[in-house]
């Protein structure tokens, strides 16, 4: 007796199935994707253009503010400006605080040489010293890096991101 059941196919139908699914599944994604930058780019340029032509002749224009905006966004999550708002924005009087900026200080100059080495001479001597000091000494050096980085000891563009940064908790709290 020879029972076969609807359900069973052979190993190559099972395949070729999933290869279509897979195949589908992924022109879908691929169509969401472009379709959503699409979207975005439109959006951004409807925004700042009265007319249908002026949105379209603009799409570069459109990507390029885009990449600019998640540049921004990068930068914002990069590990020297996470530590810089940890030093502007920290509360010194918590207790683990210069625990805290030690390990930031140490992050920087050990696991980020290359970048470390951007820094201004003053800020890398800075950390330096914060990284190497005893636990009595490391809040006063870290209140030290923000008061000189605040002040322009850093430099300009320093001052203006941690300015800003300060500017923008105030923003937050208010």
């Given at each position: 007796?020879?029972?076969?059941?609807?359900?069973?196919?052979?190993?190559?139908?099972?395949?070729?199935?999933?290869?279509?699914?897979?195949?589908?599944?992924?022109?879908?994604?691929?169509?969401?994707?472009?379709?959503?930058?699409?979207?975005?780019?439109?959006?951004?340029?409807?925004?700042?253009?009265?007319?249908?032509?002026?949105?379209?002749?603009?799409?570069?224009?459109?990507?390029?503010?885009?990449?600019?905006?998640?540049?921004?966004?990068?930068?914002?999550?990069?590990?020297?400006?996470?530590?810089?708002?940890?030093?502007?924005n920290g509360?010194?009087?918590?207790?683990?605080?210069?625990?805290?900026?030690?390990?930031?200080?140490?992050?920087?100059?050990?696991?980020?040489?290359?970048?470390?080495?951007?820094l201004p001479?003053?800020?890398?001597?800075?950390?330096?010293?914060?990284?190497?000091?005893?636990?009595?000494?490391?809040?006063?050096?870290?209140?030290?890096?923000?008061?000189?980085?605040?002040?322009?000891?850093?430099?300009?563009?320093?001052?203006?991101?941690?300015?800003?940064?300060?500017?923008?908790?105030?923003?937050?709290?208010?």
């Open positions: 007796m020879n029972k076969t059941t609807p359900s069973s196919s052979t190993p190559a139908e099972g395949r070729k199935r999933t290869k279509a699914r897979t195949a589908v599944v992924g022109v879908l994604a691929a169509g969401l994707l472009l379709g959503g930058g699409m979207l975005a780019a439109n959006a951004a340029t409807s925004a700042n253009a009265p007319s249908t032509t002026a949105a379209a002749s603009s799409q570069p224009e459109a990507l390029a503010a885009t990449a600019s905006v998640a540049a921004n966004t990068a930068l914002g999550r990069h590990p020297l400006a996470a530590g810089l708002r940890f030093f502007v509360d010194s009087s918590k207790p683990n605080y210069g625990q805290r900026a030690a390990k930031i200080a140490t992050f920087i100059l050990d696991k980020r040489p290359k970048l470390a080495a951007k001479a003053a800020l890398q001597a800075d950390l330096k010293a914060l990284k190497d000091a005893a636990d009595g000494d490391r809040v006063a050096k870290a209140t030290h890096i923000r008061d000189t980085a605040l002040n322009g000891g850093y430099g300009p563009k320093i001052q203006a991101e941690a300015k800003r940064m300060q500017e923008q908790k105030a923003d937050r709290k208010a």
